[in-house]
Each structure stands twice: as C-alpha cells, then as structure tokens.
C-alpha cells in the first residue's frame, strides 16, 4: 500500500500505456509450432482481418494476385496444412515489427514428387500481435529448392500441354 501511494505521488496524472506488445520473432515461433501440429484455427487466429499473404509462385496467394483477408487466405492455409506442411526454422530475426528469415519446409507434395526439404525466405509484419503482412518466396540459392522450383514450373508447362491437347489446340 505504501508503495502503491508513493508510486502515485511520484507519476501525479500520467497515463500508462498499454502493455508491451508480444515480440514478433516469439509470435513467428508460435505460428510456425501451429503450422506443424496442423493447428488451422490457431494459424488462422494468427492474422489481423485485413492481412495480406503472398506466396511463391504464380499460384493461390501469389504475388500477382495476392490473397488480401483472412478469407482469402485460410483456403490456402487448409490445404497446406491438408498437404501435412512441416517447417523447421534456420534463422529468424526482427526489425521492429517485422520479421525476417529463412525456414526448411517439407510437405506431402514435395514427398511425392520425390523431393524432400524446400528452403524459403518469409517475411512477415506485425501490428498488434497479429500478422498483416506475410511474404514467402522460395530460397533459390539453395540448390534442392531451386530444382524443385524448376520441377513445379515443368509440372506447369506439361500440365498446360496436356490440357490444350485434350481440348484440340
């Protein structure tokens, strides 16, 4: 109590401030063990309503048209976590409210094309303990990534060939 009494004698009418915000590389952790239990209401709860997700590739999320809301980005998030994603962090660091590093992923499709670990860089933005902004692009120094880049890209173009074919283009 005295304590209590000298510390308002000493502060007279300042106001407090609200309480530190969670530091973001401990909320990315976070984010990443939900990821590998399979957690999709916990990686979803993750994201501020507004967020943005960009992912590599030219795909769902991809950076020319990225998926913008939580309701865009949850279809993918249920099918990478579907598609038993696993992510293993190398490196982390933040600046300020932003988080940047490097992971090693793996998934059931990565598996059945025969290929295992996929490096990526994230980066990935924090505003009230939740994320807003979420980049990932593909580590192509990594000599097992950029094969796999190469792969999904073949995929892609045989894909596009298979498909004009059975339509007679």
Sequence with gaps: LLLAAILLATTGN????????ADPVDLYH???L???????????ADYAS????????????GASAPCAGKAAIEPL??????????????????TGNTVTGTLNTVSDTQRTAGFGVVRIK????????KITRDVVEY???DQATAAWVDAVRLTGVLRAFTDASSRGD
């Design 122 to 129: 994230v980066a990935v933005t924090y505003a009230n303990d």
């Design 77 to 94: 998030w249920r099918a990478l976590i579907a598609g038993h994603l696993e992510a293993g962090i190398i490196a982390l660091q933040a």
């Design 50 to 61: 507004d967020a943005t997700f960009i992912a590599p590739g030219a795909g769902p999320c």
């Design 139 to 141: 580590d192509l120094s």
């Design 14 to 21: 300042t106001v407090w401030a609200s309480p530190p915000q």
């Design 30 to 32: 976070q984010h990443i």
């Design 34 to 44: 939900a990821t590998n239990r399979g957690d999709l209401t916990a990686v979803m």
